[in-house]
């Protein structure tokens, strides 16, 4: 590494004044590549909005196993929290809602050939509800998200604080890893600058806290319209969390643009770095993001991932 670690700590969140020293010491994407000491990638995939998922139909799995990808996530990000698994719905649904129950996620797996990692409702859920969702899945459980992007305002009554999310994660991961002795267990933070107190302290205070076992760190990267995607990196940079004996989940990334030309570029970045990769969002009702339409076509966007499937063989 071109700098010491703290000897009193396994990690630490980096400062802007070193990643401006690396930046400026080499090539930028070397400096990147050695602050993140990457990893070959395991999973490369796609973030799914269950909700938004047509029926599943031959048609639909062949599109998806089109793109190559050997991880799906269920049933969503922020639909996670919103979402019974046993009626197949979102908990505040419409009529175009489609119901996929518990037994699709199996169909779905088995069909494109691809693990899932689960996302579990700590907000509304209890342990006991969660643990048969993921027993009636029927699909081998290795990759558990402990909830979806918890640093959001919209959960800030339930999680006050990273020290309260991080109690959360002590309490329900012992009790999932009896069943599942086999799974990995990811938590949620923040991979960018934040807006107030809770939120800039959050990636600290979940780290400081945590006394089980956990596998991987999450982080969302998405690109907004006014910028690139190497100013995007550079938010990134200053709030990863370095620990060697944890993997990184990207478990969404994308850009808002919509540029073909961004997304491969954030795709390139993302999979250099992560274990799990995974595009954000394989089918969106309003169409961004969609690899897939409702029709079960593949996009431009899809057509992209597709290329990069046969190009790289990496998935």
Not at 277 to 297: D, M, Q, T, Y
């Amino acid at each position: 590494m071109l700098f010491e670690k703290f000897r009193h700590t396994k990690a630490f969140i980096l400062p802007h004044a070193l990643c401006m020293f690396l930046i400026f010491s080499c090539s930028e994407k070397d400096a990147i590549q050695e602050v993140l000491n990457p990893t070959l990638t395991k999973h490369i995939g796609f973030n799914m909005r269950w909700g938004d998922t047509p029926i599943i139909t031959e048609k639909l799995t062949t599109t998806i196993s089109r793109m190559q990808p050997t991880m799906l996530r269920y049933p969503g990000g922020t639909m996670a929290h919103n979402f019974n698994w046993e009626t197949g719905l979102p908990s505040s649904h419409s009529d175009k809602d489609v119901v996929h129950k518990i037994e699709d996620v199996k169909r779905m797996a088995d069909a494109t050939d691809t693990d899932i990692v689960f996302v579990l409702d700590i907000v509304h859920s209890t342990i006991e509800n969660q643990l048969e969702m993921l027993k009636a899945s029927n699909v081998p459980v290795l990759y558990v998200e402990i909830g979806n992007e918890l640093y959001s305002d919209h959960y800030e009554e339930i999680f006050p604080t990273g020290k309260a999310y991080a109690d959360t994660i002590n309490n329900w991961i012992p009790r999932i890893e009896k069943e599942f002795p086999t799974a990995k267990f990811g938590v949620s933070m923040i991979g960018r600058e934040a807006g107030n107190e809770r939120k800039t302290n959050w990636n600290s205070d979940v780290y400081a806290n945590i006394t089980t076992n956990v596998d991987a760190l999450v982080y969302h990267l998405y690109v907004r319209d006014d910028e690139s995607v190497q100013d995007r990196i550079h938010r990134f940079l200053p709030h990863f969390i370095e620990d060697e004996t944890k993997e990184l989940w990207v478990t969404e990334y994308g850009a808002h643009s919509q540029s073909l030309e961004q997304t491969a570029e954030l795709a390139d970045y993302i999979e250099s770095i992560a274990d799990i990769a995974l595009s954000h969002v394989l089918i969106s009702r309003s169409g961004r993001f969609s690899k897939i339409n409702e029709a079960s076509e593949i996009t431009e966007e899809g057509l992209l991932f597709e290329k990069r499937a046969t190009k790289n063989n990496q998935y």
